[in-house]
């Protein structure tokens, strides 16, 4: 794979990343509302950047802020913000979530995550790869209690976990005062079993709006829905 992904508005460097530009984390910046227009974003363990800057090419927001642990991650996210168009809006810290809740100042209208989600123990010879992908370095209750502690009374979390994770982690974030208003279900295509779900959560208990997108009607040919949520970023859509 080329370490250069290229996008229609930037490009996205990857070679010193563990987890390289996946579906999800494409479908987390396009499906990610940003109806209540928010000044200030957050994304939980950017890796490459690519939700920051998608959500930076989809709104005005005036501070989009990242954090990541991951030393050559870090270095990497920084370079493809500051090669973006929206570098004097982007930043990313070199930090650990615990280190956040500790030094914040004002809480953020939005908050993105694509956690790691691997709870099995997986080896596929990278540690930093694997480390990227497994729960262990962000666990999901880890992740709840930190935005309940950083988000806005008024604030959204949108956040793409395994469809068999969903009730386990709704069942968490009711802990911590986070419902869901919106989940959308997602499937690789029509016959094939509910594989990720897309959760926006937020403090106030309002319904929740339930729907499916199905990705492709058949191999490399994809679902107007998918086609019209992706359009934006993709060369070839």
Known sequence: MSSAFKFKKFTVN?????????????????????????????????????????LAQRCNAGSIEAIEIDDAAYEQCVENFEASPWGDRLYCFHAGLDELVDEIDEPYDLIVSNPPFYTEEVSSGDTARD???????????????????????????????PHKEESKFLEMARIYKLYPNRITHVKGNAS???????????????????????????????TE???SLVSSFYLKM
């Open 14 to 54: 990857q070679d010193k990343c563990a987890m390289k530009i996946g579906t999800d984390g494409v479908l987390l910046g396009a499906w990610t509302s940003l109806e209540a227009a928010p000044n200030t974003v957050l994304d939980i363990g950017a890796g490459t950047g690519i939700i920051a800057l998608m």
């Open 131 to 161: 480390l990227a992908r497994q729960n262990s370095s962000l666990p999901f209750e880890e992740l709840l209690e930190a935005v309940s502690q950083l988000l806005a009374p008024n604030g959204h979390f949108s956040v793409i976990i």
């Open 192 to 222: 094939a079993p509910i594989k990720r779900s897309l959760l926006e959560l937020c403090f106030k208990k309002e319904g929740t709006v339930t729907n499916e997108l199905t990705i492709e009607t058949e191999r490399h040919t994809y």
């Open 225 to 227: 829905a998918y086609k």
